[in-house]
């Protein structure tokens, strides 16, 4: 299943995509805050939404600071019931570990996440829940985590713009985390920043990737990162050109 992240400002557009192309959509707009009637209301009538990002902004739920951990926790079931409400079946949050610390620190974080996440996926059943790499230098973090976890509904959702700017090989990250990964961001950046580049506009070496890639179910969910419907398209020009549908449930 191949998504893409829209924008209310040019629904129209999307929404002629999606249909053109078969394509669904990971409401990324809804993790933000002050979310107007009027958009939650398309994209939970649009009948294209299969998955939502969770919020992201400022939020911690393993914080040491209980105020912050509990608005946190907080921000995270309303984008779980958000999704429900949309008729998505995944949410999908970023990792929260402060990358240069380990010890004490990552064991503590990394327990007080598996709980809160283990309680997520009871609470809200319909769902399936992904950890996603964002500021991680390494999959250390969020493997501890899913090994703590003893839940099919909490996965991994590796971001392959993230990898490229980790500074460890992609195949690392596959090797550690994919018996766990159950859901794909992409989009391409210059080895630096999340610039969210079309697919091949970047350094990310995407025949590496689709190597990889292969060896996860075709059927997970995917989406491009990749912001505009120009983009989007240049994008799915890229994965047909570069023979994408071998390793992914999508023929463009």
């Known amino acids: 299943m191949l998504q893409i992240q829209p924008f209310y400002s040019d629904c129209f557009n999307y929404e002629v995509l999606a249909e053109k192309r078969g394509l669904f959509f990971e409401a990324l707009e809804l993790s933000f805050d002050n979310v107007s009637d009027e958009k939650y209301n398309w994209y939970r009538n649009s009948g294209y939404v299969k998955s939502l990002h969770g919020v992201f ?30 008729g998505a079946g995944n949410v ?15 064991e503590a974080w990394a327990d007080k996440c598996a709980a809160f996440y283990y309680y997520l996926a009871e609470k809200y059943s319909g769902l399936n829940i992904f950890i996603e ?3 991680d230098i390494d999959p250390e973090p969020i493997k501890r985590i899913v090994e703590s976890v003893a839940c099919r509904n909490v996965g991994v959702c590796l971001d392959i713009g993230h990898i490229n700017y980790s500074g460890v090989p992609h195949e690392e990250w596959f090797d550690i985390l994919g018996d766990r990964t159950g859901y794909l961001h992409l989009s391409d950046n210059k080895g630096r920043f999340d610039d969210h580049l079309p697919i091949g506009d970047g350094t990310v070496n995407w025949d590496r990737v689709r190597g990889l890639i292969k060896y996860l179910p075709e059927d997970i969910p995917v989406t491009l990162e990749v912001g505009s419907v120009g983009n989007i398209e240049k994008s799915l020009r890229f994965m047909k050109e570069n023979h994408f549908s071998e390793v992914l449930c999508y023929e463009g």
């Open 57 to 86: 902004i400022d939020v911690n739920p393993a914080s040491g600071d209980s105020v912050i951990s509990e608005y946190s926790k907080k921000k995270y079931e309303e984008s779980c019931i958000k999704a429900l409400e949309c």
């Open 92 to 106: 999908v949050f970023h990792s929260t570990c402060f990358p240069f610390l380990r010890g004490s620190y990552i």
């Open 133 to 135: 790499n964002s500021m």
